[in-house]
């Protein structure tokens, strides 16, 4: 255990199986949470579960969860209560991100990237604010991204689905303060992922091309990292931010100022 910021607290993190998810499990249970790993990939997730035991002795849980569709977000949570009793956090960190401009995008691309993106983050709130009235507070974190302020053109629908977030993010904040329950948004700069990787690379843009890309456009020329997210989100789930609701952190090393 690091600091024992987060000790006996309960997080459930959607997306968590790999990534920015899987590194916010790690510090969560680093700093003595214990971990709802939510995902597809069974594998990964059992894998990241038994690491988290292995290493920092907290418990975990692996709930296979595809977001889009209601019915698991209900599941989710009633595992997670189920498991441990409580709920202190919830991190909507699943999204997906295919390209295309929005002059390419069909019906059934604008409905998927939303069944994910702001449909699953809905309803995993939603379910989660159930439990979190009962034992009067908690703390949700939604995962946004410098997109949500206008977007990449090439990202039309995934920039759209993320400023919905902000705007529920907000919402909640704004309505369910006077219950103890607090709602954040970290705005995400450039974290170089596997999934970031691949996605270029389907572009046909190798990894030497990508940095040097950001580079150029990076205020402090480097990437930022899962950990640099983590860390975030482990001030926001803690008690050291008990007075902080309705708040966008941004842990962008400058990408998104003006310039």
Known sequence: MINGRLKDKVVI???ATRGIGRGIAMVVAA???NVIVSGRNEIEGKELVEEIKDSYNMDALYVPCDISIVENCRDLIENAVSHFGKIDGLVNNAGIFPYKPL???EEEDFDYIFDVNIKGAFFCIKYALKEMLVKNG??????????????????SVYS???GALHTLTK????????YGIRSNWITVGWVLTPGEIRGAQ???IEIDNLKERAYKVMPESKFQTVED???GAVYLLSDEAAQVTGTDLHITGGFNLPH
């Open 160 to 162: 759209c689905s993320k």
């Open 138 to 155: 908690g703390s949700i974190i939604n995962i946004g991204s410098t997109h949500a302020y206008g977007g990449n053109q090439e990202l």
């Open 13 to 15: 993190i959607t997306g």
């Open 229 to 231: 997210i983590a860390h």
């Open 31 to 33: 700093e003595g949470g």
């Open 103 to 105: 002059l390419e995008v």
């Open 202 to 204: 389907n572009r046909g």
């Open 171 to 178: 919402h909640v904040a704004l309505n369910y303060a006077k």
